[in-house]
């Protein structure tokens, strides 16, 4: 059977800080920011934006009444979710108002959980082929004002419709994985904040993928002149760079002038939101769906999703035929447009702006806020989510 992706989009909040300015206003070189990092805009997301919200907004944008009725399981991976109990997949299944004969649950592995979600789906849909599984990887990127992390940080949200017959991406059943207890980057349950051994997380970022990248090519026979391009797990664009060029020398100069061509493709949305940690991934390979149109059905992408802690997995898949027709492209370059920029004091205010942490009651002001879908305050510790239409 085959199973893979049916539809798949994104949202990113409103709101922008340019990484030039923020580098002057960290007395930094512009040019690390935006070559060294490779980043140039970073999403900020505003106070009535939280891991929820951004998921249920970009499931919004691609879901019609008929996938409402078939997801019958909604998989949400984030490390930045809400309630230590409840998870934010049941809020987006209420916000979007689907089949209540449905699952819902919320995974965590880091920036890996989207990627468990979605391998959790195809084993769900292989025993219920008629079924559809609402895949969401969403969060907020925080490492604070002023630190080494700070312009890696990001927010945004990727939803993935995953089922038999899927309208743009078959994945293939083969796939390599590597687990090894360390701390790179980790986040305890009383910060909201995340910890990082900065220079530890990306060597070892390289090596878990050239750990998975061997053991892969070894069970498939596969090499890089299998893929067309391979989209990587993206905490700032650099990284995936670093990692690719490890490979590069096993293939021809074709191969390494075609994937280093379509890593550029992969990076164009990354680079303009920052990390969304569990959702990097797949806006990657949605980012070079979108962006370069003239890559053929047929085509196999590799994937390499990286989660702290950490857990590396390499996996691919084959484009179908006629998937351009069923991508949101301008949808998406309707979101990069409506955006707008904060300077850098703003972000330091919007940034700085967070919910009480003793419960108090907080109504919040969603007119400036454009999204369809916000948090409207907590009320008895519990949030209150609002759907505008
Ligand atoms: P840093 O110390 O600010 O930067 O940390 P640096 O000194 O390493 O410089 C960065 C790059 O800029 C270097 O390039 C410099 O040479 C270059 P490289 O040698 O690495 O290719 N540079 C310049 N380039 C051009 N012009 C200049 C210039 N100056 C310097 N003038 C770091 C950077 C990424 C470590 C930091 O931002 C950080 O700690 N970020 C957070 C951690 C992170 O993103 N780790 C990535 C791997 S772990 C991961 O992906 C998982 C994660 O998503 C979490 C999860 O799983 O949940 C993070």
Redesign the pocket.
Known sequence: MKIGIDKIGFYAPHLYVDMNKLAVARDV?P??FT???GQEKMAIAPITQDAVTLAANAAFGILDASDKEKIDYVIFGT?SGVDNSKSAAVYVHGLLGLNPHARCVEVKQ???GATAAIQMAKGHIALNPESKVLVLGSDIAR?GLHT??E??QGAGAVALLISADPKIMVLEDQNSLYTDDIM??WRPIYSDK?Y?D??F??E??ILFFNKVWEDYKEKTGFGLKDFEAICY?L??T??GL?ALRTVLDQGTEEDKDRLLANYEFSKTYNKNIG?I?TG?LYLSLLSLLDLKEDLEAGSRIGLYS????AVGEFFSGILEANYREHLYVNQHTELFESRREVSVEEYEVIFSETLPTDGTNVELEIDHDPAVICLAGVNGHSRQYINKL
């Open positions: 070189e040019a690390k070559i060294g990092i490390e880091a920036c890996y490492y080494g992390g312009s890696t790179d980057f995340a990082v900065g220079k997380s990306n070892q970022y797990h905490p700032y650099k990284m670093k990390n940690y990097s990286y989660g702290s802690g």
